[in-house]
Each structure stands twice: as C-alpha cells, then as structure tokens.
C-alpha cells in the first residue's frame, strides 16, 4: 500500500504541475530503462522529469485504474477517461495508451471544467466575427461547421456555441467521441466503437429522438456527413467539426467526400475555421495563446458557385468577394493591440 501511496501522490504531483502550466497534455514515454514525463505547454513540448522502470510501471497501473482500463492489456492501443481534483479544482482527463517497443506510452489530456467554457468575446473572436457568428446560431436549420488541426480549439468553439444556444425550450443532443465536457441540459452520447456505437449509428438513432440542435463531434466519412446534412435539411441545426486548415476547404473536402453539391448549397449556414497564435507579454515572454478565425457565411450568391468542378482558389476568392473573415485580417487587429510579433505564424 504504502508504494502504490507513493505513486499516487507522483501522480498528484505530475498533475498538479500540469494545471499550474497550464498543460493541454502529459505524456508518459517509456525507454529502455526509464521513462520521460514532459507536457505541452502553449503548443510546445516541455520536458518535466525523468522515472525509473519500477515508477513507470506502476504509474501506469495506476492511471488505467482510474480510467477503467484494463490493466493486463499491454499489446492494444486503450482509451479512457476520469475526473480528479488538483488543487480543489475538477479536472477531466482523457487517457490514451500506445503499445511501443518499451512499454505503454500513456498521453493525458486535460480539461480543467471551470476553464473550457468560454464566450464568443474570450474566444478571440473580433466583434465582426461574434456577429457573424450569432447570424449562423440564430438560424432554425442548417449546417455549421467549425475546421481547424487537432489540439486548435475547435471543441472550445463547438461548446460556447452550445452554451449560448442551450434552452430548455430545445432539445439538444450530441455524438461524441470523447464526450469532452458533461454539460447541463445536453444530451451527450459517447461513441463506443466495441459495440458497434459509431457516429454514423449514433446520429441516426439521435434523428429518431426528436432533436433540435444536433452536434456532431466529428464529421470523418462521407455516410456521416450524408446523414449530418440530411439533418440540417430536414428541419435541424447541426454543428460539426471537419479537419481543414482553413474555411473553403471544408466546402471542397464535403465535395471530395462525394457529397452532391446541391445538397451542400441546400445545407450550408457557414464555416468557422480556426488557428492558435501565442499571445505576448514582452518580447521574451508569451501567456498563453489565443485563436485567430477565418469565417464564411454562404449567401445564395456564394453557393452558385459550389459544383463538382469549383476549386478552391476559385472559391476562396469569391468568398473573399462576400465578405469573407480572414486569418490576416484577425493577425492585424492582434498586432495592432500588441497581443503577438509581428513575426508570429498561426499553427496549422
């Protein structure tokens, strides 16, 4: 007992750590006789400490205890999930495992609660973006899509949008995987791959419970987004996110996934496509990082020209033409308020 205290307590401190860092990640790398722990801070590793063979191994144990894991499977990648508190703070961790040539590799990522949720305005977004943004949520019906890399913020995005339009009035329901964060008044389902509990089988069954508002984790494959646009067309407001790096390439992706381009015009309220940059303090020292958006509304003028043939020069530019919100414009009011370098690339 009084070594797996110890390794509890190892563990409490790691995390600890990780909330003061404000860490997105830990991860747990093993090596032939030791292990490294280093966390992500601001998009960039950071190297916290080294552990022996013996540490590693029960740390291990301990973490896929605590996410319900099954801890004689060493050879399968796992997932799970737990709530701790760190510092009278509730902080919800997702756990992924990776059998490597040394052992498990084990990533956190953590979510502290009080923190996910944001509002438009701490999002980044500008005051002509929150605009157009609450133009797409006033919309009964259609489909909204929110693009960016992984780790780029797009379910913080996802869920102030779910926040503002939450009512009791609405019938709200999702299909995630991982549910992120347990909010109030949304039905949230978890997608279960084992049992056959996938997005495309999940959303289908969501259409059965007479929902208002329908977000989608993850749009991945063409019978997913066939079934979110159908949604969108017959009465629902769907929300998704895509992996694109920037706006009009989700219009081109649902193209390319063979999604007809009648339907896209058909559905389609908008894009909301997002990057991270490093916020500034000085010139040596950076707190943090914020979003900078490029954001398409589709006006009917606009969805003319989405056919099998438009590509995405073309349709980039006749955004732009409609009033397109862009990265650069987003980069210049930060630079002009002193929150990043001039130098400074947003993360694709």
């Known amino acids: 007992m009084l070594g797996r205290d110890r390794i509890s ?59 319900s894991m099954d801890i004689a499977e060493k050879r399968l990648p ?18 992924s495992t990776m059998p490597t040539i040394y052992g498990e590799k084990v990533v956190l990522r953590i979510l502290e609660r009080n923190s996910f949720l944001k509002k438009k305005r701490e999002l980044g977004l500008t005051n002509e973006a929150m605009e157009v943004v609450d133009s797409m949520l006033e919309k009964k019906y259609g489909l909204i899509l929110v693009t ?15 926040s503002e339009l939450k009512d009791e009035s609405k019938n709200i329901m999702t299909i995630e995987n991982p549910v992120e964060y347990k909010m109030e008044g949304v039905n949230q389902i978890q997608v279960n791959q084992k049992i056959g509990l996938t997005f ?10 007479d929902p208002d508002i329908i977000m989608v984790g993850e ?22 996110t895509l992996h694109t790096s920037d706006a009009a390439s989700a219009i081109i992706r649902l193209v390319e996934m063979g999604i007809e381009p009648y339907l896209i015009r058909a559905s389609i309220i908008g894009v909301i496509s997002q990057k991270l940059v490093k916020k500034r303090v ?45 990265f650069e414009s987003c980069l210049k009011n930060l630079i002009v308020d ?11």
């Open 9 to 67: 307590n190892l563990l409490n401190d790691i995390l600890s750590k990780a909330v003061e860092m404000k860490a997105s990640d830990v991860h747990i790398e093993p090596f032939d006789e030791y292990a490294v722990i280093r966390m992500r801070v601001d998009g960039e590793l950071i190297k916290i400490m080294e552990i022996d063979e013996v540490d590693y191994l029960e740390l291990t144990t301990v973490i896929k205890l605590s996410a």
């Open 78 to 95: 796992q997932d799970g999930r737990t709530d701790i508190s760190v510092e009278e703070k509730s902080i919800d961790i997702r756990v």
């Open 148 to 162: 960016g890399a992984t780790g780029s913020g797009k379910t913080t995005t996802v869920y102030s949008m779910l």
């Open 200 to 209: 495309e089988t999940g959303l289908r069954s969501i259409l059965r419970q």
């Open 219 to 240: 749009i991945r494959d063409s019978e997913t987004a066939k079934i979110a646009i159908r949604a969108a067309i017959t009465g629902h407001l769907v929300i998704s």
């Open 282 to 326: 000085n010139k040596s020292k950076y707190a943090g990082r914020t979003a900078i958006f490029e954001i398409i509304m589709l006006g009917e003028k606009l969805k003319s020209y989405i056919d099998q043939t438009c590509d995405l020069a073309t349709l980039r530019n006749k955004a732009m033409d409609e009033g397109m919100i862009t």
């Open 338 to 348: 002193n929150e990043i370098e001039i130098s400074e690339e947003p993360r694709r």
